[in-house]
């Protein structure tokens, strides 16, 4: 039997058994000499997903030197309490989410962990990526470039702090989860929003301490399209800048609050997220459709700026 994991590979997935499937084989793929740590928690599938992981061959991972457990929740759950209860279960010394529709090369594990042992004060380690449609044809870099800026935006491969990595989040969500692989006991953030999710459990995370980036790519993100041909994440842009927008000022707000980030930070986060709600509500008005959502934005961030508001006005207004 493999001996106590150097990694606890978390895999959340809930319908989708054929990309579970290669998402498993990118994990015995892996060329990491030392002991891994699979686990998968399905979400209340019903396409067989759970016959899948029952007929996996046990001596063939055991060949790899992974130790599989899995369990079958008997309800939906949500996308955040099946991505926390995984957590709760892993004994790795450093762990990494695999989402089930992205794709790792066979070294990624092997230099991450190697990373994270080079470099003890950084928490976690953040590895470039590509992009590939749901064919499996590679893209050329838009979605990183406009949604998952850090590793283009970050100096190549170095080592940062929250204080460098704020900056990046205030255009868009800045990171997928499968692309970090960090410390065991690195997160200690109880976020239950699944509305970004990523994004503030990153934020969370380096909290504890610095973010490694290491510019080589490594993995691989889906993105979708639909019956048209369009990117989904195209699709209703605005909204999503809002709701990016709440999910991370009340988490900047919690942070700010507990004594693990700066208020500072938060009212430069707030004054940036002004500007940019500013730039979007005149592209709306000159497209000719004025959104006032984003007017509201501006006023808002910009009144607790003049006026010192307290940070829970600000994480008020986040929950609306």
């Not at 990491?32 to 979400?43: A, F, G, K, T, V």
């Not at 380096?206 to 989904?232: I, K, N, Q, W």
């Not at 005149?282 to 000719?288: D, L, M, Q, R």
Request: overall charge neutral; glycine content about 6%.
């Amino acid at each position: 039997m493999p001996g106590k994991p150097t990694i606890s590979v978390l895999v959340p997935t809930r319908n989708r058994r054929a990309l579970l499937e290669t998402a498993i084989q990118d994990v015995l793929d892996q060329d990491l000499d030392e002991p891994i740590e699979l686990l998968i928690s399905d979400n209340a599938s019903d396409d067989g997903t759970r016959t899948l992981l029952r007929s996996l061959d046990s001596h063939r991972l055991h060949e790899h030197n992974i130790a599989l457990r899995s369990w079958f929740q008997e309800r939906n759950i949500g996308i955040v309490a099946n991505f926390n209860y995984l957590l709760s279960q892993a004994s790795g010394e450093f762990c990494a989410f695999h989402l089930d529709d992205d794709r790792w090369s066979p070294q990624y594990l092997r230099h991450a962990v190697a990373t994270l042992r080079n470099h003890p004060f950084c928490v976690a380690v953040l590895t470039a990526n590509k992009e590939h449609d749901d064919f499996g044809k590679e893209m050329s870099g838009w979605l990183q470039t406009h949604i998952h800026p850090l590793t283009r935006r970050a100096p190549a491969g170095g080592i940062h702090s929250l204080a460098d990595i704020l900056p990046v989040f205030v255009s868009r969500p800045a990171c997928n989860l499968s692309q970090v692989v960090f410390r065991q006991g690195g997160y200690s953030g109880d976020e239950r929003d699944g509305a970004h999710f990523d994004a503030v459990f990153f934020l969370c995370l380096l909290t504890s301490g610095d973010l490694f980036v290491d510019p080589t790519e490594r993995c691989s993100f889906r993105v979708s399209r639909d019956a048209y041909g369009r990117l989904d994440v195209l699709r209703h842009m605005d909204d999503d800048h809002i709701q990016y927008s709440h999910a991370m000022i009340n988490a900047l707000g919690k942070l700010s609050r507990s004594g693990r980030l700066a208020r500072s930070a938060l009212r430069d986060f707030a004054l940036r997220r002004a500007a940019k709600s500013l730039a979007h509500f005149a592209k709306s008005v000159a497209n000719g459709r004025p959104n006032p959502r984003f007017l509201w934005f501006v006023i808002t961030f910009l009144m607790g700026l003049a006026t010192g508001w307290p940070v829970r006005s600000l994480d008020r207004f986040s929950q609306r």
